[in-house]
Nanobody, 118 residues
Framework: QVQLVESGGGLVQPGGSLRLSCAAS????????MAWYRQAPGKQRELVAS???????NYADSVKGRFTISRDNAKNTVTLQMNSLKPDDTAVYYC????????????WGQGSQVTVSS
């Protein structure tokens, strides 16, 4: 079983920065992908950024150049550095881990609120 614990959300002014962190624990296979999703009220959940165990990343167009995803494989953590934040970034951010070990499985964190407002 895998558990994900998120931290780092909060309130920030437009143009500010915030860093989200997600720590995974449990039966984690070395070959896995971790990602950040977000969901604003009344909107569908969307992928923000993802990173594979080998370091390959991809980003949503709306956050390219502003957000950076990284991971520490030894600690099984993933972070999302968010710069130049906009009000449209306001959402609940979810950490996800996907892996293959005796079959495909994925796990989600409980979510962390990010509010960008002046």
């Amino acid at each position: 079983q895998v558990q994900l614990v998120e931290s780092g959300g909060g309130l920030v002014q437009p143009g500010g920065s915030l860093r989200l962190s997600c720590a995974a624990s449990g039966s984690i296979f070395s070959n896995n992908a971790m990602a950040w999703y977000r969901q604003a009220p009344g909107k569908q959940r969307e992928l923000v950024a993802s990173i594979e165990s080998g370091g390959n990343t991809n980003y949503a167009d709306s956050v390219k150049g502003r957000f950076t995803i990284s991971r520490d494989n030894a600690k099984n953590t993933v972070t999302l550095q968010m710069n130049s934040l906009k009000p449209d970034d306001t959402a609940v951010y979810y950490c996800k881990l996907r892996q293959y070990r005796w079959g495909w499985s994925e796990y989600w964190g409980q979510g962390s609120q990010v509010t960008v407002s002046s």
